[in-house]
């Protein structure tokens, strides 16, 4: 329940503080209408579209409604996927105006006790931590390696959770150890020739649970000639609190990214998270009313370049690139082509890999329903929207599907285990199917693949 | 007023979940794509066929409740906004195409259906559906014909209107009739039809519809014709027409118009001239060769910088998509965003287009002008500012005057938006208070308790005519 006082202080913070010229210049074309999954999976409901959530919010501000439990509940819905964006011809910035809005209620609501504990967790006691990750992270490894998994699943107590989670405790990657996770090191020499000098900006979900795929993207980077500058002192981006109404804490953290890289003196900061590349992309626009900070974000959030980009851009596509023949497809990170625009980039790649059979999956660039913590809090929408793209993704016939951000590899894992098809087709993040192209062609040209634990690693560390 | 009791019945009609009368959701349904409109519905029904449809009809006209149909909201002149409350009755659930006639060349649809679908499903096996609205991706069969809308193909094709063989409708006292036929040739009394197209949901609600197909021309080219003097890209238009040449699409657009649509589309359209025509020609491949060249000779006659034919069909989509988004991309330079629909016969389109820029600058306006030039349909658009109450007033004068200027060269009000709310105090200028009468008999003996769309059309007061300055 909101009470009436809540109500109020929401809607005087509205007026405040909602960009009144941004929801004035929907002109309610409703463009973007068949862009939005939520809009399409509700059955063409408007309260569930860009344009009818931009009417409420505006509604708000006027006054002319409440900030009531139906106006929360259709702000919640939202993926923030930001289809809307790209097809919205007035360039209505609908992901600031829901961050923002989602930000005025969470910070004047009081939550359930529960729902309190899970999201002080979350976002004040683990994320923001790497350390804390590291060790939550190896605390999976060891329920995952020490026999409790299986015995978890097979004494069926997982069916006590909601369905989402007990299958996503089975499609999980198996998690590093935390001497794994302990060895990232700060600084890495290009292999070969080097042509640019970047930072790598390792993200914390990426750098414990997905920290393989995190050394594939410093690998990949290695072999196209970039120095890596990995600064210890960077944090989470802040995406899952800015997207979930944490604004303040967002900021907080941006503070510390931006410190973090700002005198490293590199051409680009790169990143494989579709998800995280779009919130610091957007730096400059969450600290843009800080005047001491505007500046400073400005010009980090330049510099922010996803990895398939970068690749484009050094010719790795050009490399020898070779995988067994198969068909593969590609789902779309909905922040990396919504926000960033990057789309054709990890086509280009995907495409050069011989062997390989692209079949374009309709509907590619729509969400797949994981969107942060969607898929757990919102489990039956997102289990609707994953279940459609599905149909989409089996229409492939691909035994490879490839994701660009840690959220959509689960999502797309989870489909995989829904519909009985783990032993037949894989989910894979791009830079760890390259790594494999990489490896398989080297293996075939040489005779010798090229051995990833003999590296640089070790060398280049300057701490 | 819808009270307790009347909701049980609308309830038992179509189910609870297909019944809203939260805020929230009125709230979604109290505009339409028309700046500076909104008003709440008392309640949103969504039925799934006709006799769902002809019982809520009878439930409102016992208790008097305006109905409001609405497609998808995207027409310019308020017409589905509930100015006077009520019920909004969407049509979600009634979205099938129900039949393609191969023989007869017809597709029969629900009025839900989005055009576009409808586009994609009747191309799939070679025919052709002509009316193509700018809006065609997201509003619906049933609100084109409500609107009876137009679009980039209407210079050589025609209107919705042109392609309605045959409804199905509910009028306002619950009888269910069938207008028209898959018949060529049909003189039975009174042209029902046509009299529901374009009626803006004041007169009934259409629940089916015969739509007229013809075959796929085999071929078509683009072109765009760049200009450095906004006055000879129109007279080009009337230059083609002139010339027995009709083309498909025959679209103008101003230097302003373009640089907002490059700006969203990011397709490399030239920014840096006055005004470009963009021209579509379709047929059989030699025509299409020996029309291009020709219009493309009168183009440089009229002194156009230059011209261009785009060489792939990739190129050309991009073109007429662009051209698509030019309303909503005007948005991006201020707030609100007023675009009126003046239409003028297409010989005086030159006259027309000098007029809009003299007022322009008369009222200290920016107009920004794209539209369909070849049918003489044009849109001024101005980027304002509600808030400006005082500019506000002079957009009202400035568009009053070009409404004033359009009927005087022969033309109308409105080309295929519709009247509405928006233009209904302007109907009389073009109709003449005899022709307001005569349809206001018509509306009477349908709708006596005047409960289909009220306050739409039919304005209660009419404007006074500005003085024209010469």
């Known amino acids: ?463 | 007023m819808i009270t307790n009791q009347v909701k049980q019945k609308f309830i038992e009609i179509v189910g609870s979940e297909n019944y809203f009368d939260s805020k929230t959701e009125r709230l979604v349904y109290s505009y339409d794509a028309t700046p500076n409109f909104q008003s709440m519905p008392d309640a949103v029904i969504v039925p799934s066929n006709k006799d769902d449809v002809a019982s809520i009809v009878k439930l409102c006209n016992a208790y008097h409740i305006p109905i409001v149909p609405r497609g998808s909201g995207t027409n310019l002149c308020a017409g589905t906004c509930p100015t006077e409350g009520g019920l909004v009755i969407i049509f979600t659930r009634m979205n099938q195409i129900l039949e393609i006639d191969e023989e007869n060349l017809t597709v029969t649809v629900q009025p839900g259906v989005i055009t576009q679908d409808l586009i994609n499903a009747v191309e799939q096996r070679g025919l052709f559906y002509p009316p193509d609205p700018s809006s065609m991706k997201i509003s619906t069969i049933g609100g084109n014909i409500n609107e009876n809308s137009g679009g980039l193909r209407g210079l050589k094709y025609g209107v919705t209107r042109d392609y309605v063989l045959a409804l199905e409708a509910v009028l306002p006292n619950g009888d269910i009739i069938q207008t028209g036929g898959k018949l060529a040739k049909d003189v039975a009394g009174y042209d029902l039809t046509r009299l529901f197209v374009g009626s803006e949901g004041t007169l009934c609600v259409i629940t089916e519809a015969t739509l007229k197909l013809i075959p796929m021309p085999e071929t078509k080219k683009t072109m765009l014709a760049l200009y450095e003097d906004l006055e000879a890209a129109a007279r080009t238009v009337s230059s083609i027409i002139a010339n027995r040449i009709i083309p498909t699409t025959l679209e103008f657009l101003d230097q302003p118009t373009l640089e907002v649509v490059e700006d969203f589309a990011k397709i490399g359209l030239p920014t840096d001239v006055k005004a470009v025509l963009l021209i579509e020609q379709d047929g059989t491949a030699d025509i299409v060769e020996h029309d291009m060249e020709k219009i493309r000779t009168i183009c440089l006659k009229e002194q156009a910088k230059s011209v261009q034919i785009a060489k792939t069909t990739e190129e050309a989509a991009a073109l007429t998509a662009a051209r698509r988004a030019a309303l909503s991309a005007l948005a991006r330079l201020k707030p609100t965003t007023i675009l009126e629909d003046a239409t003028v016969p297409r010989s005086e389109i030159a006259k027309m287009v000098k007029a809009i820029n003299e007022i322009a600058e008369k009222y200290n306006v920016k107009i920004c002008t794209f539209g369909h030039a070849g049918d003489g349909n044009l849109h001024p658009t101005v980027p304002t500012d509600a808030r400006n109450e005082e500019e506000m007033e002079r957009v009202e004068k400035a568009f009053e005057e070009i409404f004033a200027r359009a009927i005087e060269l022969g033309g109308t009000i409105t080309g295929e938006h519709g009247v509405g709310v928006m233009k209904a105090p302007y109907l009389e200028w073009k109709l003449g208070s005899a022709g307001i009468s005569a349809m206001k008999a018509i509306k009477e003996a349908f709708d006596p308790n005047n409960i289909m769309n009220p306050g739409k059309v039919f304005a209660k007061e009419t404007r006074k005519r500005v003085v024209v300055s010469k």
């Open chain 1, 1 to 463: 329940m909101t009470t009436s006082k809540e109500k109020q202080i929401i809607h005087d913070q509205f007026k405040e503080k909602m960009d009144y010229d941004e929801l004035l210049n929907c002109m309610r074309c409703g463009f973007c209408l068949p862009s939005c999954p939520t809009y399409i999976e509700s059955g063409l409901k408007e309260s569930h579209s860009p344009r009818g959530r931009i009417a409420l919010m505006k509604a708000v501000v006027d006054g002319i409604i409440e900030p009531d439990e139906d106006v929360e509940r259709t702000l919640e819905l939202c993926l923030g996927c930001r289809a809307c964006e790209p097809v919205c011809p007035s360039g209505v910035k609908y992901g600031h105006l829901l961050e923002e809005a989602r930000d005025i209620i969470n910070q004047n609501k009081k939550h359930s006790l529960p729902a309190k504990v899970i999201r002080k967790t979350v976002f004040e006691g683990l994320f923001p931590h790497p350390n804390r990750m590291k060790f939550a992270t190896s605390l999976l490894g060891f329920y995952q390696r020490s026999g409790i998994q299986k015995i978890a699943q097979k004494s069926g107590v997982m069916r006590l959770f909601p369905e989402t989670m007990a299958t996503m405790e089975k499609v999980l990657p198996k998690a590093p150890t935390l001497k794994e996770m302990k060895n990232r090191p700060e600084f890495l020499e290009a292999y070969g020739k080097r042509n640019k000098r970047v930072a790598f900006f390792s993200g914390c979900l990426m750098d414990t649970m997905f920290l393989e795929t995190n050394n594939a993207t410093t690998k990949l980077l290695q072999l196209a000639g970039c120095d890596i500058v990995i600064p210890k002192q960077q944090t989470c981006c802040g995406a899952l609190h800015g997207h979930s109404g944490e604004k303040a804490s967002a900021k907080e953290l941006a503070k510390r990214n931006i410190q973090a890289f700002e005198e490293l003196e590199v051409d680009y900061i790169i990143t494989n998270a579709g998800g995280c590349g779009a919130f610091l992309v957007d730096y400059d626009h969450l600290l843009n009313k800080d005047p001491e900070w505007r500046e400073r974000a400005e010009a980090f959030a330049t510099k922010i370049k996803d990895v398939s980009s970068i690749l484009v851009e050094m010719n790795f596509f050009k490399k020898p690139l070779k995988l067994t023949p198969q068909v593969i497809t590609y789902q779309d990170s909905c922040h990396l082509r919504n926000v960033q625009g990057t789309y054709f980039e990890p086509r280009t790649l995907l495409k050069s890999i011989e062997g390989v059979t692209y079949v374009e999956m309709k509907e590619a660039d729509r969400c797949c329903g994981s969107a942060g913590i969607y898929n757990i809090v919102e489990s039956e929408m997102s289990m609707q929207i994953l279940d459609h793209k599905m149909v989409n993704a089996k229409a492939t016939n691909a035994k490879t599907i490839v994701t660009a951000n840690p959220g959509c590899l689960l999502q797309m894992k989870l489909g995989i285990e829904r519909e009985g098809l783990s032993h037949s087709v894989r989910a894979i993040h791009i830079v760890d199917l390259l790594l494999e192209a990489v490896e398989t062609a080297s293996l075939t040209t040489s005779g010798n693949v090229i051995n990833l634990n003999e590296d640089k690693n070790d060398i280049g560390l300057t701490s």
